[in-house]
């Protein structure tokens, strides 16, 4: 069984569950094209780094979610997100941006501690811990689910007082070869704590 990365749930709220994720270290991979073919087109590099194509020849084992995001050129480097969309140029003609797909590697690990990558489409980055709001739902690896509970989250967060930040991200917990109906996936997005939240 595919080992799930660790979050404590703080609350519930009419909407959404808000979550707290310790800091972690994901190895991703940014690739262009549509939303639906990122995960694929990211995943057997991904694939070879855990299975060995890395500095030691050493196997990682996989953590489940695999996510998903979208995020401006901006902020590629630096931002706190794991599928995550990277803009694309304006005008470039059948190009919908980039996205960052990546695997969380399991609890441990840190950029000292992991192997590194032999391949230069994989990088290895460190995640601050979040505290983020996140809504599950059934269905197709589409943008159109994705962007539908994305709006339904954001109008949740606002309705409860929270302030989102951040990009997005989409998370898929299952193999491809699972039927779509029964396919576990969350929209993730962080808030700005409260005074409460950021009191030891």
Same mark, same amino acid.
């Given at each position: @069984?595919?080992?799930?990365?660790?979050?404590?749930?703080?609350?519930?709220?009419?909407?959404?569950?808000?979550? =707290?994720y *310790? $800091?972690?270290?994901?190895?991703?991979?940014?690739?262009t094209?549509?939303? $639906?073919?990122?995960?694929? /087109?990211?995943? /057997?590099?991904?694939?070879?780094?855990?299975?060995?194509?890395?500095?030691?020849?050493?196997?990682? #084992? @996989?953590?489940?979610?695999?996510?998903?995001?979208?995020?401006?050129?901006?902020? #590629? @480097? %630096?931002?706190?997100?794991?599928?995550? #969309?990277?803009?694309?140029?304006?005008?470039?003609?059948?190009?919908?941006?980039?996205?960052?797909?990546?695997?969380? !590697?399991?609890?441990?690990?840190?950029?000292? %501690? #992991? *192997?590194?990558? %032999?391949?230069?489409?994989?990088?290895?980055?460190?995640? *601050?811990?979040?505290?983020?709001? +996140?809504?599950?739902? =059934?269905? /197709?690896?589409?943008?159109?689910?994705?962007?539908?509970?994305?709006?339904?989250?954001?109008?949740?967060?606002?309705?409860?007082?929270?302030?989102?930040?951040?990009?997005?991200?989409?998370?898929?917990?299952?193999?491809?070869? @699972?039927p779509?109906?029964? /396919?576990?996936? $969350?929209?993730? !997005?962080?808030?700005?704590?409260?005074? +409460? $939240?950021?009191? *030891?």
């Amino acid at each position: @069984m595919t080992e799930q990365q660790p979050y404590a749930v703080v609350g519930n709220n009419d909407g959404f569950e808000l979550r =707290r994720y *310790p $800091e972690h270290l994901v190895a991703e991979v940014i690739t262009t094209g549509p939303f $639906e073919d990122a995960g694929n /087109r990211a995943f /057997r590099y991904l694939f070879a780094y855990i299975s060995g194509e890395n500095s030691v020849r050493q196997k990682v #084992a @996989m953590t489940a979610p695999v996510v998903q995001a979208e995020a401006s050129t901006k902020i #590629a @480097m %630096t931002a706190p997100v794991v599928q995550e #969309a990277v803009g694309g140029k304006p005008g470039d003609p059948g190009e919908k941006g980039a996205f960052r797909v990546a695997f969380v !590697l399991p609890t441990g690990l840190t950029l000292e %501690t #992991a *192997p590194q990558p %032999t391949s230069p489409q994989v990088r290895l980055r460190s995640i *601050p811990g979040s505290l983020t709001a +996140a809504v599950r739902y =059934r269905g /197709r690896w589409d943008e159109a689910g994705y962007a539908r509970h994305l709006e339904l989250l954001r109008g949740a967060i606002a309705a409860s007082g929270f302030t989102a930040w951040g990009e997005p991200r989409f998370a898929r917990f299952d193999p491809p070869f @699972m039927p779509s109906f029964l /396919r576990r996936n $969350e929209v993730l !997005l962080d808030i700005v704590p409260t005074e +409460a $939240e950021t009191r *030891p």
